[in-house]
């Protein structure tokens, strides 16, 4: 069987992003005298920022009020590492450009926002290869729910047995 598509997760695969995401809620927990380990980060890691958050709360005693100034802040962070640490990578580059000589369709889905996704992408000059980009602000199941997969494949009219 012939593929068609490529389906990209972004962090961990696009970008090795762990340190941001894990440096930028520390700064947003410690803005708010919470601290956050290492350890802590690691056991919610695949959970979207708000999730983290409420898991959180239950060893640290978060009031629910603070939540969405958390995450606000959270986010923000995640900006400002975004713009220190993302930079080119030469390898990934030419990889986009040999996945579109062969024809072949890709799509990056994202439990990022939208915004960071596509600032990502903008900074390592890959954004312009991607026929499609889903973030967590398009669906309404997050990974590790396939929701996200399910629906790049609908958008780019593919099936499973024709993507990776």
Do not use: R
């Amino acid at each position: 069987m012939k593929f068609d598509s490529i389906l990209f997760d972004m962090d961990w695969v696009l970008v090795d992003s762990f340190e941001w995401h894990f440096n930028a809620l520390e700064k947003a927990m410690q803005d708010f005298w919470f601290t956050l380990t290492l350890e802590e980060f690691k056991q919610y890691e695949w959970l979207s920022t708000m999730d983290k958050i409420k898991c959180l709360s239950n060893i640290k005693s978060i009031p629910q009020n603070l939540f969405d100034s958390i995450n606000k802040k959270k986010q923000k962070y995640t900006q400002e590492n975004i713009d220190e640490w993302c930079k080119i990578n030469s390898e990934k580059l030419f990889m986009f450009q040999n996945i579109k000589k062969l024809g072949l369709k890709t799509a990056c889905c994202s439990s990022s926002k939208k915004e960071s996704v596509i600032n990502i992408l903008t900074k390592l000059w890959i954004i312009d290869y991607f026929d499609l980009i889903i973030s967590s602000d398009d669906v309404q199941q997050q990974k590790p729910n396939p929701h996200i997969y399910l629906k790049a494949m609908e958008l780019l009219w593919t099936s499973s047995e024709k993507c990776i």
